[in-house]
Each structure stands twice: as C-alpha cells, then as structure tokens.
C-alpha cells in the first residue's frame, strides 16, 4: 500500500495543475445516492469550493438532478454565472452521468437517435458554461462488453465530434478497459477532440499500473479523476480516503509529469461524514499536494 510520497517522487510544479471537486462532494448525499446533481444544495457549493481551497467544479448532469439543474435554463444560467464570478470558481468540466441512466448502448434505434441529440444539447451547454472537456462515462450498467457496442460507440463519436469540435469541447471516455485494449480503442478513433478521463481509484482497483496507462494512452491523456480504492478480485469497488487504498500515488505523479499534464485534478473521493464535507476535501487536498 502505498500511503506515503517517496523522496524519489517526481514532482508536477504546483502551479501547472488546477485543482477540483466532483459535484455533490462538498454536501451531503442525496436520497442515499453516493454521487448525483445536489439538487437542493448547488449553489452554496461555490462558497464551499473556495473555503475548501480549490479552483473549480466538475459539473454534473444526471437524471436525478435534470429537472433542478441550472444549466438548462436561462433563470439558473444567469444564477450560475453569477455564483461562479462571486466565489472565482470555474467549471471547465461536465460529467455526463445521465448516460450511466441512457447509455448510447444496448437501446432501440429510436432510443439512441433521442440520445444522440441530449450528447448534442449538452456540447452546446458545456461551451456555454466555461467546460472545455465533457466526461462520457462507459462504466457499470453502461460498460462497453462487445464488439458490436464498441462499433456502435466509434459510430456515435464519428458522429459527434465535428460537432464537438465546433464547440472547442473535448470528449473524454471513462471506460474499463485494459491500457492495450483502450489504446487499440483509441486508435480507431483519430480524433484529437476524443481523450481518455483516467481514474486513480478505478485503476487501483483492477490492479492496473498508472505508468503502463499512461504509456499506452500518451497524449490521448485528457483528464483525471483522483480517489483511492483496494485492489479486489471483484475490481475494488469501495471508494476510501486518499492514501488508504491501492492507489499508487508516486507512479500516478510521476507519470502525469512525464506527459507534462496540466489538465486539472478532480477531486472525486470518499464522502464525508454528513456536515463535514468541506474539512474532509481540505485533507484530501492537503494530501495531493504533497506530491506538488
């Protein structure tokens, strides 16, 4: 386990290297779920983003929150912007989860054809709303598990990159992947608008090595998201503090500084206890920059 930084750790300059929160960290969860939109808590999340130290939001579109999610109106667009100028804190990230809710897989034609135009709609927002990248993920119910799904995946992004390109929005896949397999998946797609969104926990959990990830993905390397989980033979699925898990944290920064990442860290860790959000983020923070 590796808990501490090592002296041989290679370190990334501070100040190249934003860092963030996943919607919904810094508040209690919601109706049980472990992440979602904080539909009755949003707006006093920029407040607790600044006191916990951090630059900016992933911002969240799921099902849960649809109806109560500000970007999808002019009212709550002009609240957002105005909490965003208040507190300095930027949003240069949209996390689609509500394709984990309608995944672009294993659905009707019909299905996917409404599908399609939301991942549209949503490139549109992302420009709006400051997010140069938008997360897709292909994880849990909306893993990628045959041939077919992955032609049917390369089909949707052909078709939906100009259109993210248009907009100056990456689109960043979150899948399971091996490194051989994702980076065989990649090479399919040659679009510099298409990268990978790379999780610590995740990682960690299937036992995989962060310099062979990022060895196989090169530039293709978009964004990261940063938790901790064990290493499991059923794939680490416990989410757990910062240095309390199977995440290699030397590797995982001295890898990233050999790619010269500046993409920006997002914060997606365990929850805290109910009411202590913005103390706990401050520790995992604190954490991280050790290896700054």
Same mark, same amino acid.
């Given at each position: 386990?590796?808990?501490?930084?090592?002296?041989?750790?290679?370190?990334? @300059?501070?100040?190249?290297? =934003?860092?963030?929160?996943?919607?919904?960290?810094?508040?209690? @969860?919601?109706?049980?779920?472990?992440?979602?939109?904080?539909?009755?808590?949003?707006?006093?999340?920029?407040?607790?983003?600044?006191?916990?130290?951090?630059?900016?939001?992933?911002?969240?579109?799921?099902?849960?929150?649809?109806?109560?999610?500000?970007?999808?109106?002019?009212?709550?667009?002009?609240?957002?912007?105005?909490?965003?100028?208040?507190?300095?804190?930027?949003? @240069?990230?949209?996390?689609?989860?509500?394709?984990?809710?309608?995944?672009?897989?294993?659905?009707?034609?019909?299905?996917?054809?409404?599908?399609?135009?939301?991942?549209?709609?949503?490139?549109?927002?992302?420009?709006?709303?400051?997010?140069?990248?938008?997360?897709?993920?292909?994880?849990?119910?909306?893993?990628?598990?045959?041939?077919?799904?992955?032609?049917?995946?390369?089909?949707?992004?052909?078709?939906?990159? @100009?259109?993210?390109?248009?907009?100056?929005?990456?689109?960043?896949?979150?899948?399971?992947?091996?490194?051989?397999?994702?980076?065989?998946?990649?090479?399919?797609?040659?679009?510099?608008?298409? =990268?990978?969104?790379?999780?610590?926990?995740?990682?960690?959990?299937?036992?995989?090595?962060?310099?062979?990830? #990022?060895?196989?993905?090169?530039?293709?390397?978009?964004?990261?998201?940063? =938790?901790?989980?064990? =290493?499991?033979?059923?794939?680490?699925?416990?989410?757990?503090?910062?240095?309390?898990?199977?995440?290699? #944290?030397?590797?995982? #920064?001295?890898?990233?500084?050999?790619?010269?990442?500046?993409?920006?860290?997002?914060?997606?860790?365990?929850?805290?206890?109910?009411?202590?959000?913005?103390?706990?983020?401050?520790?995992?923070?604190?954490?991280?920059?050790?290896?700054?």
């Amino acid at each position: 386990m590796h808990n501490h930084k090592s002296d041989m750790a290679v370190r990334v @300059p501070a100040s190249q290297l =934003k860092f963030g929160v996943m919607q919904g960290r810094l508040s209690p @969860p919601e109706d049980g779920r472990f992440q979602s939109f904080p539909r009755h808590s949003w707006r006093e999340e920029f407040a607790r983003a600044r006191a916990a130290g951090l630059d900016y939001i992933e911002w969240i579109h799921d099902a849960y929150g649809y109806t109560a999610n500000p970007i999808f109106t002019a009212e709550g667009l002009a609240e957002f912007d105005a909490l965003k100028r208040e507190h300095s804190i930027a949003t @240069p990230a949209l996390c689609g989860d509500w394709f984990m809710d309608f995944p672009l897989i294993r659905c009707t034609p019909e299905e996917l054809a409404q599908r399609e135009q939301h991942l549209y709609q949503l490139i549109s927002i992302a420009a709006r709303i400051g997010a140069w990248r938008m997360v897709l993920p292909f994880v849990d119910q909306s893993r990628i598990t045959a041939e077919t799904e992955k032609q049917q995946v390369i089909d949707v992004l052909n078709r939906a990159l @100009p259109i993210a390109q248009q907009h100056n929005v990456e689109l960043h896949l979150e899948a399971d992947f091996n490194p051989a397999d994702f980076a065989a998946f990649l090479d399919r797609i040659p679009h510099p608008f298409l =990268k990978v969104n790379w999780d610590s926990g995740n990682s960690s959990g299937l036992g995989y090595i962060p310099h062979e990830e #990022f060895a196989a993905y090169g530039d293709r390397l978009g964004s990261v998201h940063i =938790k901790d989980r064990y =290493k499991k033979p059923e794939g680490g699925v416990e989410t757990r503090p910062l240095g309390h898990g199977s995440a290699d #944290f030397d590797d995982v #920064f001295a890898s990233l500084r050999s790619l010269n990442y500046t993409g920006g860290l997002t914060l997606q860790v365990a929850r805290a206890e109910p009411g202590n959000e913005v103390n706990f983020i401050k520790s995992q923070l604190h954490f991280l920059k050790q290896y700054c």
